[in-house]
């Protein structure tokens, strides 16, 4: 018998120090949401029990981590943090040119600010909602370019995350003066945290190169994509999972990373290039908008609990158990027959409003209805991604979201599977009362990213 082969697979940690949760009632939830004008961004945090709005900054960090926090030097310039930092990101991603900067986004507007602009065009797999919003502001156009099985919920196919490497050549072929950089997005978020698999990421990159044009990874959960990696493409079982990681960066040239995701900060991110031109003015840039290029917008301590957290990432047992955990409330809602997107993703799991609320229609925001019926029926918050995220274009149009989804993010070693339960039975009693749900129009929203602070309301 196999020693291992137990059904169970348990956190790979022990409960430290804890926080509380605030306790609330059905009708104080529903006045909640009617305050926030049913933007559920919008909510104290001390009104949620089961926060699932973001994996972003919101895992907890480990005793090493907390440790290494008192190793931080806030030295302006020199730090020997940055240096632990610089480090801990080459071992995985060896590249020339490592920059820090305060959160994933800062990264991406510093790198569009440079290589972006009028007439430009950015093909990825899907771009993520501020990637997009980054790269529409300086002008330029974002184009997904993500495999035909990514676009259908209920399609299972391993690497759903896929660039259409056909339409990608097309592009190159025709537009290729205008392509500023190829991104890919590793995993996959808007589309429902999907792997990429290596063939697919090496066969962008050989079609990237051939064109002369630079691959950028978004390397924001690299760790859960490597381990999709490693379970689940042929010849690449029993891998160590940094042996993957260090393939998947050798295919590119450069990349932007939030490090509030895989890392498990509370905050950071950083920008990563080989070119040493393009590396100096995202410097001179840096310098304009974030700080020193050895500390980029973030304290040093920062930089060491990030340093540690990138080690952490990408150990086994820890990766298991993250995939793992997510796939568990992705089955228990499947046997409820909660639609939702398949096969599950390693940081999330991802409800089809479109499925589930088939009266309302995309521009009234099914994504929406469901996300806020989650929270007043359960203090469960949650991610529209759908029409509210996408639907709005640059030029004013709208238009429905490939997918209506409501994304349910579980923050790293943060709840256990008793939270999840309850998340479940939460799930469950909104789908019993899913024909009652009515749609929302937006009555007041900012000119870009309007699903962090426009107002709504219920369609009666």
């Given amino acids: 018998m196999n020693e291992d082969a137990f059904r169970t697979v348990i956190e790979p940690f022990r409960i430290h120090s804890v926080e509380p949760l605030q306790m609330t009632t059905a009708q104080q939830r529903r006045e909640v949401a009617r305050a926030a004008a049913y933007n559920l961004f919008q909510i104290h945090s001390s009104e949620v029990l089961i926060d699932l709005l973001t994996d972003s900054g919101t895992g907890a960090m480990s005793r090493d981590q907390w440790a290494a926090i008192q190793h931080g030097d ?19 991603f060896p590249y020339e040119h490592v920059i820090p900067t305060h959160q994933g986004r800062a990264a991406e507007k510093i790198l569009f600010s440079v290589i972006g602009g009028p007439g430009k065009v950015v093909p990825s797999n899907t771009h993520f909602d501020t990637t997009r919003a980054n790269i529409e502001w300086t ?6 370019l993500v495999i035909e ?10 690497f759903k995350g896929n660039m259409d490497t056909a339409r990608l050549e097309a592009l190159l072929t025709d537009r290729g003066e205008d392509v500023a950089c190829v991104m890919m997005t590793v995993t996959n978020n808007s589309g429902g945290g999907q792997p990429v698999s290596l063939a697919n990421l090496r066969a962008v990159s050989e079609i990237a190169h051939a064109h002369g044009k630079l691959l950028i990874l978004d390397a924001c959960r690299f760790g859960e994509n490597a381990w999709f990696i490693r379970e689940r493409e042929e010849g690449q079982s029993g891998r160590d999972v940094p ?10 040239d450069g990349m932007t ?15 990563a290039l080989d070119d040493d031109g393009l590396a100096q003015e995202c410097r001179s840039m840096l310098i304009l908008t974030e700080g020193f290029p050895t500390y980029g917008g973030l304290a040093g301590r920062d930089l060491e609990a990030i340093a540690q957290g990138i080690a952490e990432c990408v150990d086994h047992d820890y990766l298991r158990y993250r995939v793992r955990s997510t796939a568990y409330l992705a089955e228990a809602l499947d046997h409820l027959g909660v639609p939702c997107l398949k096969p599950a993703g390693g940081h999330a799991v991802y409800i089809d409003a479109r499925a589930m609320l088939p009266h309302i229609p995309s521009l009234e ?15 469960v918050r949650s991610c529209e991604i759908g029409s509210v995220m996408f639907g709005r274009h640059p030029d004013g149009t709208e238009s429905p979201a490939a997918m209506e989804l409501v994304r349910l993010a579980i923050p790293r070693r943060t709840y256990t599977q008793s939270h999840i339960d309850y998340v479940i039975e939460v799930c469950e009693r909104v789908a019993e009362q899913a024909p009652d749900l009515t749609g929302y129009r937006i009555v007041d929203e900012p000119p870009a990213l309007r699903h962090f602070t426009a107002a709504f309301e219920r369609i009666e």
């Fill in 74 to 92: 806030e030295s302006y310039a020199g730090s020997p943090s940055y240096f632990v930092f610089r480090d801990a990101v080459r071992a995985l």
């Fill in 139 to 144: 002008g330029a156009e974002a184009v997904d």
């Fill in 149 to 158: 099985e990514g676009r259908d919920p209920q399609a299972l196919h391993p």
């Fill in 243 to 252: 042996d993957i990681v260090r393939d998947m960066a050798a295919c590119a």
């Fill in 257 to 271: 990373m939030s490090a509030k995701k895989d890392p498990m900060g509370n905050i950071g991110g950083w920008l």
């Fill in 365 to 379: 925001f099914p994504g929406q209805a469901l996300a806020v019926a989650l929270y007043e029926t359960g203090g």
